[in-house]
């Protein structure tokens, strides 16, 4: 059962842009908080950006000022805008999420989230 979906992920040269969605599946009703984290090869996994519930942003350091997340009006549908990439950008980009709480913080650890997509690939050519 697929819970969450991640797309967009494709290589891109360094300074390119690409914007990844996270859907929900069907049975989600809605998601409470939700992050993006990425995966690079023979790194452990790191938070890059979240959304709390009162719509509040949270970004590793790494990508402030580069990379926004955002939902669509639904709350089933969230996106990470992703500019001026970089070489180390290059990972497996997953989201998480919260569902089913009335309020959570947009924590940048994978502690708190309990639906997780199978991810999507991104890899920055210089």
């Known amino acids: 059962l697929v819970q969450l979906e991640e797309s967009g992920g494709a290589p891109v040269q360094s300074g390119g842009s690409l914007r990844l969605s996270c859907a929900a599946s069907?049975?989600?009703?809605?998601?409470?908080?939700l992050a993006w984290f990425r995966q690079a090869t023979g790194k452990e996994r790191e938070g890059v950006a979240a959304?709390?519930?009162?719509?509040?942003?949270t970004y590793a350091d790494s990508v402030k000022g580069r990379f926004s997340i955002s939902p669509d009006g639904t709350k089933k549908m969230f996106y990470l805008q992703m500019n001026d990439l970089k070489p180390e950008d290059t990972a497996r980009y997953y989201c998480?999420?919260?569902?089913?709480?009335?309020?959570?913080?947009?924590?940048?650890?994978?502690?708190?989230?309990?639906?997780w997509g199978q991810g999507t690939q991104v890899t920055v050519s210089s």
């Open positions: 959304l709390a519930s009162d719509g509040v942003t």
């Open positions: 069907t049975h989600i009703v809605s998601i409470s908080c």
């Open positions: 998480a999420a919260i569902v089913g709480v009335d309020y959570c913080s947009g924590s940048l650890w994978e502690r708190p989230y309990n639906y």
